[in-house]
């Protein structure tokens, strides 16, 4: 057990160090892989825990609102990043080490709840852990885009997960031990404990939350006699302030809405067939070997590897915009299934099915090892954003590119006017400041001070910059940063804006 977690660790933080020591020239590692401006947002939450925070505010949302969104993660997150110094990726990076260890331990626990023998440990969790479907194997023969291939990119699998993503693995795991509290609660302690872990899905992924009310109430209705169902699921009722916490911050509240205001949509049904096909295949094949003399404990557990994808395929099913977001680690029950279905055999049986379905974990980290332009980007564009580190004060509005602004949320007290792509007006904004780098320098000036900017970023020149915002701009350079592209100059204006943060904003720069 504590073999497969060295190695996942080992495995999975190759291309992290190999990125972090060896970047191309002139470039800087952004610290992650996958869903760049989802990361960085996460970040931006970091960085507020990591300056004492326990509460946060959007600084994606435009108008002023109370910090009221809690998150364990991003707080535990934003603590190790004060202790390493002001360094949230790698702190994200323990932290991945952390709750993978977490995911290790409660993925073996329900294994041999299942009745796995011991000396099929190693080989079962490797299959679980390192093996997919067939995204791998198509990306190289078919080419990009990679994203129809959901096995490759959306963390339907525990090794994608683990190597680029913590937010899932976390609440992967929180979720799985969540289960097995329920399981366990023998008296009013271990109904308090599982309605206590349940809660805190709230508090780290709240799509898990949905998953663990959907399990749970399968697996009583279909291991427990009747007369129990009622006292077995009354515990989940006392879930509901939980529910209702999750449901007034991130539907209700506006401020951290926006992103549920969006949604991604589901990918064709094909492509998430398509991923889960070799595993589920294998899966329905191993079950009728997996009936038979087992005694309840047994039963339980086969009931919830079992429950577990069907309850993602009833989500898949309705009409919901983040429906793909619950099945993030779908793919565990499924090679949990086999694993238990090839314990009949010997261990190297086991093995060589890991063999067989890790194709997809080996070509994930081949393509994590090149020099892709995705993952590392100018050092200039980094270095701006880290300059205001020192400068900004919480709520302080900056103007800049969305890249770099998307970076400056994550690493300074700032607020970006443009971030992330995925809000409900990213679009309108990422035009505005194409319009804004583009207007004459009265017009930039006069949309800085309509909007209340205290800080923007331009091309470095000169310690006031007066062609690029006028004679009589009151900015003046406060940091510099320059590399292979160009130089680039963070500019302050003299006196914090006079109008308050949120005023009405003006037109676009003309």
């Not at 800087?28 to 989802?38: E, K, S």
């Not at 693995?169 to 349940?198: I, S």
């Not at 010997?346 to 090892?369: D, F, H, K, M, N």
């Amino acid at each position: 057990m504590l073999g497969v977690w060295a190695l996942l660790c080992l495995v999975t933080n190759l291309p992290y160090a190999r990125a972090w020591l060896l970047p191309p020239r002139g470039t800087r590692f952004l610290g992650f892989f996958y869903a760049i401006p989802d990361v960085f947002n996460y970040l931006s939450y970091v960085q507020q825990a990591e300056h004492g925070a326990l509460l946060f505010f959007n600084k994606l949302y435009p108008l002023p609102h109370a910090a009221s969104l809690a998150n364990l993660e991003w707080s535990v997150v934003g603590w190790l990043s004060a202790a390493l110094g002001s360094q949230p990726a790698l702190a994200y990076r323990v932290f991945g080490a952390a709750v993978t260890l977490a995911l290790v331990l409660a993925t073996d626990r329900w294994l041999r709840l299942a009745g796995l023998p011991g000396d099929h440990r190693f080989a079962a969790l490797l299959l679980v852990f390192t093996g997919g479907g067939l995204g791998g194997v198509l990306f190289l023969r078919l080419g990009p885009p990679a994203w129809r291939f959901l096995d490759l990119t959306s963390g339907m699998y525990p090794f994608i997960s683990v190597l680029v993503n913590p937010h899932f693995a976390a609440g992967t795991a929180l979720l799985l031990w969540a289960l097995w509290a329920f399981h366990r609660a023998r008296d009013l302690g271990g109904e308090l404990l599982a309605v206590l872990l349940g809660s805190c899905l709230v508090l780290v992924r709240p799509y898990e939350l949905a998953l663990l009310v959907g399990i749970r109430g399968l697996v009583v209705l279909t291991t427990q006699p009747w007369r129990r169902w009622l006292r077995l699921l009354l515990p989940l009722a006392a879930l509901a302030p939980a529910v209702l916490y999750g449901w007034s911050t991130t539907v209700r509240n506006p401020a951290y809405a926006v992103f549920s205001a969006v949604g991604y949509g589901l990918p064709p049904a094909a492509d998430i067939l398509l991923a889960l096909l070799p595993a589920g295949v294998l899966a329905l094949a191993g079950v009728p070997l997996l009936r038979g003399a087992h005694g309840l404990p047994e039963r339980v557990a086969f009931a919830t590897l079992l429950a577990w994808p069907v309850t993602v395929a009833a989500v898949l099913a309705l009409p919901l915009r983040f429906g793909l977001q619950l099945a993030v680690d779908v793919g565990l029950p499924l090679l949990g299934l086999v694993a238990l279905a090839l314990a009949r055999f010997r261990p190297a049986v086991t093995l060589a099915a890991a063999l067989l379905l890790c194709s997809t974990s080996a070509v994930a980290l081949e393509l994590l090892l090149e020099d892709n332009p995705q993952w590392y980007v100018p050092r200039e564009r980094i270095e701006a954003a880290e300059a205001l580190r020192p400068l900004c004060r919480r709520g302080e509005l900056l103007v800049a590119p969305p890249d770099i602004g998307l970076y400056a949320n994550a690493y300074s007290a700032c607020r970006a006017y443009a971030a992330h792509l995925g809000t409900a007006d990213s679009r309108e904004r990422a035009a505005a400041i194409r319009a804004f780098y583009a207007a004459p320098p009265a017009g930039r000036l006069a949309w800085l001070e309509a909007r209340c900017a205290r800080f923007v970023v331009l091309p470095d020149d000169g310690e006031r910059a007066p062609h690029l915002l006028g004679a009589a701009a009151p900015y003046h350079r406060v940091a510099q940063a320059s590399g292979p592209t160009g130089r680039l100059a963070v500019y302050a204006s003299d006196e914090p804006p006079a109008c308050p943060p949120g005023a009405p904003a003006a037109a676009t720069p003309q």
